[in-house]
């Protein structure tokens, strides 16, 4: 690391010197707007320390919580400054891991970001992760986990039609189109009948 120039260290040196002589003008330091900034920050890093959040999500909260609106968008510049607040970075791991880790889809993770007021570009580049491949992938798991729920044949169609509904609600809970979630559900259901059929013929096998 380059160490800082001899005027630069200079120019430190005077303006520790003012601080702590408490004077104040020319310092890099302005002790009455940091007394007043003070709590504002104490409460956004308490808020960022039980999980992240977007810059206008932690700003409403503050405004919520009776802080100075002033004071609340300096203290958010502060912390954008040192890097404890970035809306991109945000984004991308919003999308990471409710995408890969609770099944949503690309449009449900849109909406959920564009609600805590993240610009279009930093959504458009959070969801880069997410594909077709991975959402066929993540839309086949979620249905075949739901069908594997239905412990024996139906016993007429009236009942195959309810349990096909429940599968595609899965899927459409979370975002996905219904013209895929309607054809993944399908096969699924599908697939799990023809296990309970092998199921049920093996049973009668064994009997006999």
């Known amino acids: 690391m380059a160490e800082p120039a001899p005027d630069k260290i200079a120019q430190l040196r005077r303006a520790l010197e003012e601080f702590e002589a408490g004077e104040g003008r020319g310092a890099l330091f ?77 449009a449900a993770l849109d909406r959920e970001l564009q609600e805590k007021g993240v610009s279009a570009a930093d959504r458009a580049a959070a969801l880069e992760q997410v594909t077709e491949d991975s959402e066929e992938s993540i839309m086949w798991s979620l249905a075949r986990k739901k069908a594997r729920s239905i412990k024996e044949p139906p016993a007429d169609r009236a009942e195959r039609d309810k349990a096909l509904r429940r599968i595609v609600g899965v899927l459409q809970r979370r975002g996905f189109p219904l013209g895929a979630s309607l054809r993944i559900s399908k096969e699924a259901l599908d697939e799990r009948l023809a296990e309970l059929g092998e199921d049920y013929s093996a049973g009668l096998r064994i009997s006999l």
């Open 30 to 106: 302005d002790p009455t707007a940091e007394e007043a900034k003070a709590p504002v920050r104490a409460r956004a890093l308490r808020l960022l320390d039980q999980r992240a959040r977007s810059r206008h999500e932690l700003r409403q909260r503050l405004i919520d919580a009776e802080c100075d609106p002033e004071l609340v968008d300096e203290v958010l510049e502060d912390l954008a400054r040192v890097g404890l607040m970035d809306d991109a970075f945000f984004a991308h791991e919003w999308v990471r891991q409710r995408h890969h880790m609770r099944g949503k889809s690309a």
